[in-house]
């Protein structure tokens, strides 16, 4: 499995970080490569919770289903891919000054498609480690306004 850890200081309290966070619908708004979150089956906040989602690694479109697998008010939210990906998400958030200490964390295994076009997982990781950057200074200029 292959792993991203990022962390940013946000200008935001740990309450609506992890409450923006926790709205799945909100992620494609600072994930650029998830391009779709559908069937929301309740609130995404609470475990069992699950939803389609779309999403494009190194230039291959990937379909599949998560669940929310873990929440915690303020603190943390996680969620787990069920098919598509092999694939864990996990963001927390704790007081940091005026703002939020926020780190984000995924594993997740390279898709067999995305290997068959790319042929080489160190490419595929490099991409998806810009896209941790990406997604952490998203989420910083989303919380600046």
Known sequence: MSKIIRTVKLPADPQRVIEYISDV?????FISPLKSVTGLSGGSHQIGTHWDWTFLMA???????????????????????????????SYSAEQDGNGSKFTLQVEYKVPSAVLAKVLDSAI??????????????????IFEG
Not at 130 to 140: F, I, P, V, W, Y
């Open 124 to 141: 595929v990781e490099r991409q998806n480690e810009a896209e941790g950057d990406r997604t952490a200074a998203n989420l910083k200029a």
């Open 59 to 89: 230039g291959v479109e990937i379909q599949g289903r998560a669940e929310t697998v873990a929440f915690e008010e303020g603190r943390h939210f996680s969620f787990r891919t069920t098919s598509g990906v092999e694939s864990t998400f």
């Open 25 to 29: 619908q909100n992620h494609p708004a």
